[in-house]
């Protein structure tokens, strides 16, 4: 049966819905749910069983026929797990969706109306609302501050401070739209990543490439977050301490590599003497470690980015957040379309 013969009564839009699970037997019942309780529906929708541990592995039968199954026996992390699924869609939209994030009925409905409204955008962010903590936010976009530090807007936030509309540094990976030829002509995403940061990179590759990321309020999801890895499990620690350092590396472009590199190396080695209240001292060493191992593979990543780019490295200073109260406090740093050019920017 497909999605169109289960909802013959609603619109189908063109948009692959991509779910990426590791041991997620808990909560993807809820988000398929969810998808099939839309007002639109997503003309195709693909569940990536990620290698996941046995006894933990999702059951295809459980799931609806009009759901495409993948089974990898290895994880290829959220990023080559996303990767692959791409691969296989053929829908001119891709919404990647975390299988603990709950979309809301309107969810498709609202990001239609977003692209009639705003037709040259191509990186689309939900509103995440954190599903365990009613009034509270999960997050409003990603926001890359000047430090080299990225962060969930709005997390644990009051839902009071959600924004309009506007323009985000990057839109987080847990509830996106991705046009498929602008992710296709960036080569999705970079899966030396493997998790963590990867949504940041490849936001900030569509950026250099003067694509303009959207934040929506009212296409939302209720997020659970850290379903899988645990906020401060040592798998988090890592790669968000090594990949946090790669995507500085390749995207930071010009001049503002040099005016920053000593503000990001001096934040880092505080991050590294404050992880020791939590046992990670050492985890936070082994990454930054393998991080300065692969600096030859980023650079040279780097040097085939910043030749391609074509924004200035003062469009993205503009773009980065640099007050420290908004990094401290996980304030939105969601700016007003009046102020963005819509599409690629000379």
């Known amino acids: 049966m497909t999605l169109s013969e289960t909802a013959p009564d609603r619109p189908i839009a063109d948009v692959a ?7 997620s037997r808990a909560t993807l019942d809820q988000c398929i ?11 195709q929708v693909f569940v990536l069983e990620n290698g996941s541990p046995a006894g933990e592995r999702i059951d295809a039968a459980r799931l609806p026929d009009w759901v495409n199954f993948v089974a990898s026996e290895d994880n290829l992390g959220f990023a080559g797990g996303n990767n692959r699924l791409a691969e296989m869609a053929d829908s001119e939209w891709l919404a990647l969706l975390n299988p603990d994030a709950f979309a809301r009925p309107d969810w498709l409905e609202q990001f239609l109306v977003a692209t009639d409204r705003y037709p040259d955008i191509s990186l689309f962010g939900s509103t995440q609302y954190a599903a365990n903590f009613p009034g509270l936010l999960d997050g409003v976009g990603d926001v890359y ?27 987080c990976g847990a509830a996106a739209f991705w046009r498929r030829s602008v992710f296709d002509a960036l080569g999705g995403f970079d899966e030396r990543f493997f998790c963590y940061n990867e949504d940041v990179d490849l936001a900030y590759r569509a950026k250099l490439q003067g694509y303009r990321a959207v934040q929506l309020r009212d296409a939302a999801v209720e997020h659970l977050g850290y379903a899988s890895s645990g906020r401060r499990s040592e798998f988090a620690t890592y790669y968000g301490v090594r990949n946090r350092l790669w995507v500085f590396m390749k995207n930071t472009p010009g001049w503002l590599f040099w005016v920053l590199s000593p503000l990001h190396a001096g934040v880092t080695v505080l991050l590294w003497l404050s992880a020791a209240r939590f046992g990670q001292f050492t985890v936070f060493g082994r990454a930054l470690g393998d991080a300065l191992k692969g600096r030859h593979e980023m650079m040279a990543s780097r040097r085939d980015i910043q030749h391609a780019r074509v924004t200035s490295p003062s469009t993205i200073a503009r773009a980065m957040s640099w007050n ?4 401290l406090t996980r304030a939105p740093d969601v700016r007003p379309m009046s102020a963005a050019r819509a599409g690629p920017s000379d």
């Open 17 to 23: 819905v991509l779910i990426v699970a590791y041991r």
């Open 145 to 171: 501050h000047a430090t080299g530090l990225a962060y969930r807007a709005g997390y644990m936030r009051p839902v009071a401070l959600l924004p309009d509309d506007g323009e985000v540094f990057a839109i």
């Open 33 to 43: 749910a969810a998808l099939a309780a839309q007002t639109v529906m997503p003309r």
């Open 324 to 327: 420290p109260a908004r990094l």
